[in-house]
């Protein structure tokens, strides 16, 4: 089982729809947990971060956090076609109890919205 | 406050060649991560450094890798007879603390 698993893509939307990105993780101990936002050709971006359990909401980007079922997700409201990137799962886990903000990152879903 | 910069944006080298990467940190971070990410797969963490020490090294970082932080600073990574597998893009991050922190634009390494 890998450390960190998203849904398989690529996930296409249309425009003005609710994208869901989910990811699941192993680790129990894990604390931290981050959505990047990759566009083709460039390095990840920051765009949600989650600590405790329940949603947590940023303009048009809600991130959801359930710890007992090991599961985090992404829905984006009123999707963009400039939203259309690849979105990596981030999680800091605590193996041997020294992560140092080590992230284990999932292999990315990719997102097209379309016109 | 420019980011965290990277140099080069682009390095093609031949097999069996070394190369060096340098990362400037956004500047009083004391934490530094290298991550390497190879197409159509997320980063993989290669090493962490807290100030001028290198406190975490991931197995992917075999003995042809070396990382440095001197003074706390800049960071550089070398790459040492450098295989077609070593093909990918390396990113460098910086953070204050942890609550998520904030790539370079990567390094396009391509051994050919």
């Known amino acids: 089982q890998k450390e960190v698993e998203q849904n398989s893509g690529p996930l296409s939307v249309p425009e003005g729809a609710i994208a869901s990105l989910n990811c699941t993780y192993s680790d129990r101990g894990s604390q931290s947990f981050f959505w990047y936002r990759q566009y083709s050709g460039k390095s990840p971006e920051l765009i949600m971060s989650?600590?405790?359990?329940g949603d947590k909401e940023d303009g048009r980007f809600t991130a959801q956090l359930n710890k007992a079922s090991q599961y985090v997700s992404l829905l984006i409201r009123d999707s963009q076609p400039s939203d259309s990137a690849t979105y990596l799962c981030a999680v800091n886990s605590n193996a041997g109890g020294t992560s140092y903000g080590k992230l284990t990152f999932g292999q990315g879903t990719i997102l097209t919205v379309h016109p | 406050d420019t980011g965290v910069s990277q140099d080069p944006r682009h390095k093609i080298t031949k097999r069996g060649q070394n190369v060096t990467f340098r990362c400037d940190p956004i500047s009083e971070h004391n934490r530094l991560y290298w991550y390497r990410q190879t197409l159509g797969q997320g980063p993989e963490f290669l090493t962490y450094?807290?100030?001028?020490?290198?406190?975490?090294k991931s197995r992917l970082l075999s003995d042809r890798f070396s990382a440095e932080r001197p003074k706390g600073s800049f960071s550089t990574l070398e790459i040492q007879r450098t295989e077609q597998g070593d093909s990918a893009m390396y990113l460098c991050a910086s953070s204050p603390s942890f609550t998520g922190y904030t790539f370079g634009s990567g390094t396009r390494l391509t051994v050919v």
């Open positions: 989650i600590y405790s359990n």
């Open positions: 450094f807290q100030n001028e020490a290198q406190l975490e």
